[in-house]
C-alpha cells in the first residue's frame, strides 16, 4: 500500500527540494567564465553545463582544459562530513545507476551547484561539482541529518540521467524555458528520497530553514524558468510516491517524462 503523501509535505518538499532550487540558476553564478561561453549557458538555462562548457570555463579562468585539479576540490574540508557523504554518494548511484565524478569547487564568489556530461574523473561518466561553501552552509544551517544536501545531489545525479540517456532534447522540443528539463530532475530527486524512507522509514524528512519556502518561480516567460512552486513540490511528490511504493529506476523516469512532458 502506498504511503500517503502527507509523509512529504509541502514544507518537506519545500526543504528538501530547495537547495535543488537554489543550484537552479547556477549558470550565470560562475563569474569567472569567459562570456561566450556564459552566455550559451545563461541563453540554454538551467543547472547543467552540456560537454566541453566545463572544459571552456576552466580554460576561461587560465588552466588548460585537462587540469582538473584547478577545478575540482577532492574534500569538503571535514574528514567525518567526507566519511558520510561518501556513504551517501553509494546510495546514490546504486539507485540511480550511474557513476558520474563528484568533486568540491570554490564557489565563493556564488553558491551553487551543477552536473555536465563533461567526464572529469577517470573511470566515471559525467560529473557533479558542488560548490564547497553551498555545501557547509546547507550542512550548518539545517539540522536535518543532510536530507538537503542529499537531494541536491540527488536532483543533479538526475541530470546525468538524462545526459546519459539522451532526455533533454526531448524535454526541451519546442520550449521557451528549462521548465521541464528542472520538472523531470525535482521528480527523479523525489523518487530518490521515497527510496530512501522506504527502505528506513525512521528518516526525517523534514528540513529546517525558512529560506527555502519560496520555492519556484512564476517568471513563466524567462528562459531559466524552472516551474512555479506548485509544480516542482508536484513534480517531486509523485516521483516520491513511486519510490516509496517500490517502483523502479526505469518506471520513474518513463513516468518522470510523461509528467513532465505535459506540465
Known amino acids: 500500500m502506498t504511503q500517503p503523501l502527507v509523509t512529504l509535505s509541502r514544507r518537506r518538499i519545500l526543504s528538501c527540494m530547495a537547495a535543488?532550487?537554489?543550484?537552479?540558476?547556477?549558470?550565470?553564478?560562475?563569474?569567472?567564465?569567459?562570456?561566450?561561453?556564459?552566455?550559451a549557458v545563461r541563453q540554454r538555462g538551467g543547472c547543467s553545463l552540456l560537454a566541453g562548457e566545463m572544459a571552456a570555463i576552466n580554460t576561461a579562468r587560465g588552466g588548460s582544459d585537462d587540469d582538473d585539479d584547478d577545478t575540482m576540490i577532492p574534500s569538503s574540508g571535514d574528514k567525518l562530513l567526507d566519511q558520510a557523504l561518501?556513504?551517501?554518494?553509494?546510495?546514490?548511484?546504486?539507485?540511480?545507476?550511474?557513476?558520474?565524478?563528484?568533486?568540491?569547487?570554490?564557489?565563493?564568489?556564488?553558491?551553487?551547484?551543477?552536473?555536465?556530461?563533461?567526464?572529469?574523473?577517470?573511470?566515471?561518466w559525467g560529473t557533479i561539482l558542488f560548490g564547497r561553501s553551498m555545501f557547509r552552509s546547507?550542512?550548518?544551517?539545517?539540522?536535518?541529518?543532510?536530507?538537503?544536501?542529499?537531494?541536491?545531489?540527488?536532483?543533479?545525479?538526475?541530470?546525468?540521467?538524462?545526459?546519459h540517456?539522451?532526455?533533454?532534447?526531448?524535454?526541451?522540443?519546442?520550449?521557451?524555458?528549462?521548465?521541464?528539463?528542472?520538472?523531470?530532475a525535482d521528480y527523479l530527486a523525489g523518487f530518490y528520497l521515497?527510496?530512501?524512507?522506504?527502505?528506513?522509514?525512521?528518516i526525517t524528512l523534514l528540513a529546517s530553514g525558512a529560506l527555502f519556502?519560496?520555492?519556484?518561480?512564476?517568471?513563466?516567460?524567462?528562459?531559466?524558468h524552472h516551474g512555479t512552486p506548485g509544480e516542482r513540490i508536484a513534480s517531486a511528490e509523485r516521483g516520491f510516491k513511486i519510490g516509496i511504493s517500490g517502483?523502479?529506476?526505469?518506471?520513474?523516469i518513463d513516468e518522470g517524462m510523461r509528467y513532465a512532458l505535459t506540465a
Open 247 to 252: 517502483g523502479s529506476l526505469q518506471n520513474a
Open 165 to 184: 540517456h539522451n532526455l533533454q532534447p526531448r524535454l526541451m522540443a519546442g520550449q521557451r524555458t528549462v521548465k521541464r528539463v528542472e520538472l523531470h
Open 86 to 124: 561518501g556513504m551517501a554518494l553509494v546510495r546514490i548511484t546504486q539507485v540511480f545507476k550511474e557513476r558520474p565524478g563528484f568533486a568540491f569547487y570554490d564557489d565563493s564568489s556564488s553558491p551553487n551547484a551543477y552536473a555536465t556530461s563533461d567526464t572529469r574523473v577517470h573511470g566515471t
Open 20 to 39: 535543488s532550487c537554489a543550484a537552479a540558476c547556477c549558470a550565470p553564478g560562475l563569474a569567472w567564465a569567459r562570456p561566450g561561453v556564459i552566455e
Open 138 to 163: 546547507l550542512i550548518h544551517e539545517n539540522h536535518d541529518n543532510g536530507i538537503v544536501v542529499i537531494a541536491t545531489i540527488a536532483h543533479e545525479m538526475s541530470h546525468i540521467v538524462q545526459f
Open 213 to 224: 519556502r519560496d520555492l519556484g518561480d512564476d517568471d513563466v516567460q524567462d528562459r531559466e
Open 194 to 202: 521515497g527510496t530512501r524512507k522506504r527502505d528506513d522509514p525512521s
